[in-house]
């Protein structure tokens, strides 16, 4: 791991998101609506970006361009989350979903195209894998999609360019930004938007303002914001091209062992395959050597 810092900070987002992921619906399922666990997750960000800004001594890059990269890197994030609770009110949750799990793909062809990344065969295959697998996690049979018509469909493509996209620029910002400064932006983007997530909230119906409502979403967020902060910095040690797939596999592998194993759920065999894909992926992914600094130059030229 010492050689590869990438790896570990990778397999703590993997780790944490899997956790996160278990359990994030438990505060919907208890009456405490989605659009007020995101303004619960925008606050859980806070303390993670206090820890980072602290490890290098509060320094906060502010020029232009750090607070351009940071803004809009926290605006794909958080705008994609607005414009995907907009998608699930108007489409199937079955068919959303898998589009939107495929947002790896966009970081990992600007990252091919525009950053020249390459990785060895073990990696390249991993990738695939790890990319067959995504939608195959969220797919579930439903009624037909013509019934809900065509209006979920662009705001899903909308999701899946806005997740890729700001995968993409979290790598290029950590070229000239630190990872703390990148997080603090993405922080304070986040907290920018609660007031868009208030408006869409309805609060006519009854809201459960208990212990296992915001509270509960507390606990279970700052497991993704903790995850976010990683990530940030897995991408400034590793390329895109394999930071995004492994992350984005390995989290919902995780996520369906553990709902498999303390939820007491039953997978369906289109889940089952993309846990099989995704633990070949992410073995992949994690044992593919190193390029030699030399090697790397070489190719490059």
């Given at each position: 791991m010492r050689s590869r810092p990438w790896l570990a900070y990778a397999l703590v987002t993997t780790g944490f998101w899997g956790v996160w992921g278990a359990f994030t619906d438990l505060p919907a399922e208890h009456g405490?609506?989605?659009?007020?666990?995101?303004?619960?997750?925008?606050?859980?960000?806070?303390?993670?970006?206090?820890?980072?800004?602290?490890?290098?001594?509060?320094?906060?890059?502010?020029?232009a361009r750090s607070v351009c990269y940071g803004a809009l890197i926290g605006l794909l994030g958080a705008g994609g989350q607005m414009l995907l609770f907009h998608a699930v009110r108007t489409g199937p949750a079955y068919l959303i979903f898998p589009v939107i799990s495929l947002s790896p793909v966009v970081t990992v062809v600007l990252s091919l195209?525009?950053?020249?990344?390459?990785?060895g065969k073990l990696g390249t295959l991993g990738i695939v894998l790890a990319l067959c697998s995504l939608?195959?996690?969220?797919?579930?049979?439903?009624?037909?999609?013509?019934?809900?018509?065509?209006?979920?469909?662009?705001?899903?493509?909308?999701?899946?360019?806005?997740?890729?996209?700001?995968?993409?620029?979290?790598?290029?910002?950590?070229?000239?930004?630190?990872?703390?400064?990148?997080?603090?932006?993405?922080?304070?983007?986040?907290?920018?938007?609660?007031?868009v997530a208030l408006a869409m909230t309805d609060f006519s119906v009854p809201?459960?303002?208990?212990?296992?409502?915001?509270?509960?979403?507390?606990?279970?967020?700052?497991?993704?914001?903790?995850g976010a902060l990683t990530l940030v910095y897995a991408f400034r040690y590793g390329k895109a091209i394999v930071v995004s797939p492994l992350t984005n596999a390995g989290a919902p592998l995780i996520?369906?062992?553990?709902?498999?194993?303390?939820?007491?759920?039953?997978?369906?065999?289109?889940?089952?395959?993309?846990?099989?894909?995704?633990?070949?992926?992410?073995?992949?992914?994690?044992?593919e050597p190193e390029p030699s600094p030399a090697a790397s130059a070489a190719a490059h030229t």
């Open positions: 405490f609506p989605e659009t007020l666990i995101y303004a619960v997750w925008a606050l859980t960000m806070i303390p993670p970006a206090l820890y980072g800004l602290g490890r290098v001594g509060w320094r906060l890059q502010h020029n195209v525009l950053l020249h990344e390459r990785t939608p195959l996690f969220d797919y579930a049979g439903g009624a037909s999609a013509a019934a809900y018509g065509e209006l979920w469909f662009l705001p899903a493509l909308g999701v899946l360019a806005a997740w890729g996209l700001q995968a993409f620029l979290m790598k290029l910002a950590n070229a000239t930004m630190d990872a703390e400064s990148i997080f603090f932006y993405m922080t304070v983007s986040g907290l920018l938007l609660i007031p809201i459960n303002w208990g212990a296992d409502g915001p509270y509960l979403a507390a606990a279970i967020q700052i497991l993704n914001s903790i996520t369906a062992v553990l709902s498999i194993l303390l939820l007491g759920t039953t997978p369906t065999t289109t889940k089952v395959v993309g846990i099989a894909l995704a633990l070949v992926a992410a073995v992949f992914l994690a044992i």
